[in-house]
């Protein structure tokens, strides 16, 4: 019972979406701590990146709940189909906000003082598709977070990086984003719901979803440059453009399947990839 509560409770805030920013978050400590960061901060890092994300997808949940109850293919989530219920919503969000505060508490004053802003942040987003088709970048914007938190939870400050390094995962996810609300178009124009696809059209929002991932790999080679880093750094943007032409060529809005494997299975692959790229640069770099 209590094993298929949590596992209710990881489905509602989709936990295993997590890989989505973390990566990018760790990429950012290691470059800001110059290696591995002391224990204790490594630790209080992960505590916030669990919090910030699980906390703000819980949220996302209970402010949609009513839209996805009379949307056909967003009615059997949790919260409108009643397996979750709404105080147990609240409760998450809370728990997940609390551990994100604690650990910017045992980080330092500057994670501390930019808490408020990252909480308004998130639950801004929930709600701006009720009114603005930038939706998506809000969304990405709250996602950059993840390695600029980072930077500042290690150094106390920020530089120029950690923001390259936040753009290119704003217009990364805000791009997969776009494609993924391809799938609601006529059910939001009903609504009168924001978004860059019920806004533009099928055909705009796509070109928009691809310059949007543009300058996801524009940024990317921003740091390359001035960083400046490695072959294997350039080698996992090299193969992010590959899996970001193979996410693009399989979007098929009236196939459920298809736009779940390019809104997430590859965006998850591509987030790990490019950590593992980015370490093996780091430490080779080290080494040699």
């Known amino acids: ?17 997590t890989l989505f920013s973390l990566p990018f978050g ?13 224990l204790r901060v490594f630790f209080w890092i992960l505590v916030a990146l ?3 994300r699980n906390g703000a997808n ?17 009615k059997d989530r949790h919260l409108p189909s009643g397996s979750v219920r709404v105080y147990e919503a609240y409760g998450i969000t809370a728990l997940c906000f609390l551990l994100m505060a604690f650990a910017a508490y045992m980080l330092n004053l500057t994670c501390l003082i930019l808490l408020p802003f990252a909480i308004v942040l998130f639950i801004f987003y929930s709600y701006s598709k009720r009114f603005t088709w930038l939706c998506h970048f809000i969304l990405g914007t709250a996602c950059g977070g993840a390695p600029v938190g980072a ?24 791009g997969f984003d776009i494609i993924y609300a391809t799938q609601d178009i006529e059910f939001g124009r009903k609504e009168g719901l924001c978004s860059i696809p019920a806004r533009f059209g099928l055909k705009n929002a796509l070109w928009m979803a691809r310059a949007s991932h543009a300058m996801h790999i524009l940024c990317l080679l921003a740091i390359y440059i001035l960083m400046p880093r490695g072959i294997f750094f350039l080698m996992g943007i090299i193969v992010s453009v590959i899996l970001l032409c193979m996410e693009h060529y399989n979007v098929i809005p009236e196939n459920k399947n298809k736009m779940i494997f390019a ?26």
Not at 6 to 16: A, D, R
Not at 26 to 38: R, V
């Open 1 to 17: 019972m209590v094993f298929d509560k949590l596992k209710k409770y990881g489905e509602l805030v989709m936990f295993s979406h």
């Open 26 to 38: 760790l990429t950012a400590m290691l470059w800001a701590a110059d290696g591995l960061p002391e």
């Open 50 to 52: 669990f919090g910030a």
């Open 58 to 74: 819980a949220f996302n949940r209970i402010a949609d709940r009513h839209i996805d109850q009379r949307n056909e293919r967003t």
């Open 151 to 174: 930077w500042i939870a290690v150094t106390g400050g920020i530089t120029f990086m950690p923001l390259f390094l936040g753009a290119a995962v704003c217009f990364w996810v805000a």
């Open 263 to 288: 809104s997430y299975h590859i965006n998850q692959v591509l987030s790990v990839v490019f950590f593992i790229f980015a370490m093996i640069d780091f430490w080779s770099g080290k080494i040699l």
